[in-house]
């Protein structure tokens, strides 16, 4: 798969296959990959928990909002649930992230899941304290996003729109997931 194809098929996956367990050594590749990303000033302020254990997948799974859009929808059945993740956090010692070096190390982490067919969904919908608490972190630490990791079960497509069309991804009658996305015409400053 070249790069071009490597990004269209790192879409946001909300249904995984949850026989198939990612495994610790596959998700601190991950972070490896986040590590040896740019940030701002060198600073590397990020610091990551990884968790692929069944009891903390389930309760970090129960503190997520998934899918604002998809409003009859709860999440995934426990069978369609993701078998790992990884918490973007920081503390005072090391200072809060750029939004920026977030950006990069999670669009990172989701390409290089993509790379070795798994499947990745940013959150930024989460209660923060109970995770906090799920991994043992201190009072004054903080999170800034959680992702999901596994392997995907759900078809996701993308919709060329052009501005003014519905931005709503929404599912189709056959579970199809579509993310509508605005042409690149319409995006250049002219």
């Known amino acids: 798969m070249n790069f071009l194809e490597l990004v269209r098929a790192n879409r946001s ?47 970090i799974f129960e503190n997520l909002a998934w899918a604002g859009y998809l409003k009859d929808w709860d999440g995934p059945v426990e069978s369609e649930r993701p078998t790992g993740y990884i918490v973007f956090g920081y503390s005072d010692e090391f200072g809060k992230p750029m939004p920026e070096d977030v950006g990069i190390a999670s669009q990172t982490i989701g390409l290089g899941a993509r790379s070795e067919e798994m499947a990745t969904c940013i959150f930024k919908a989460y209660k923060e304290e109970p995770i906090k608490e799920i991994l043992g972190m201190k009072k004054e630490d903080g999170i800034v996003l959680v992702i999901s990791v596994g392997y995907p079960v759900e078809d996701v497509v993308i919709d060329d729109i052009v501005i003014g069309e519905d931005i709503k991804y929404y599912r189709d009658e056959n579970e199809v997931h579509h993310v509508p996305k605005i042409v690149k015409e319409d995006l250049l400053i002219k």
């Not at 040896?36 to 990551?48: E, I, K, M, V």
Request: proline share 2%; glycine share 2%; with cysteine.
């Open 13 to 59: 996956c909300r249904r995984y296959d949850s026989s198939k367990k990612v495994s610790e050594e596959q998700l601190l590749r991950l972070v490896e990959m986040a590590r040896l990303s740019p940030c701002g000033a060198n600073r590397q302020a990020l610091r990551f928990a990884v968790v692929c254990d069944e009891k903390r997948n389930s309760e």
